[in-house]
Nanobody
């Protein structure tokens, strides 16, 4: 089992920055691929960014060049640095931990943190 707790959301003006954190506990953090997803009102949940256990990153086109995902395996934490925020980035942001091995697949989600970009 993996427990994920997000933090760092809030209200920010357009053009501002926020850093989200996701602290993981309960299992071997380093073997999991980690990701950030978001869900805006009335829309489906969408991928924002992922980082593999080996540090390979992937971003949605809408956030490339503005968001950076990183992980600190010593602290069991994954981060999402969000710069140049736009109103369309407003959503609940969810942390995800995913592992697929020879015998099992594990997929865990945090409770979400609200990000609101508004003047």
């Amino acid at each position: 089992q993996v427990q994920l707790v997000e933090s760092g959301g809030g209200l920010v003006q357009p053009g501002g920055s926020l850093r989200l954190s996701c602290a993981a506990s309960g299992s071997i953090f380093s073997i999991y691929a980690m990701g950030w997803y978001r869900q805006a009102p009335g829309k489906q949940r969408e991928l924002v960014a992922t980082i593999s256990s080996g540090g390979i990153t992937n971003y949605a086109d809408s956030v490339k060049g503005r968001f950076t995902i990183s992980r600190d395996n010593a602290k069991n934490t994954v981060y999402l640095q969000m710069n140049s925020l736009k109103p369309e980035d407003t959503a609940v942001y969810y942390c995800n931990a995913y592992y697929s091995g020879s015998y099992s697949t594990h997929d865990y989600w945090g409770q979400g943190t609200q990000v609101t970009v508004s003047s």
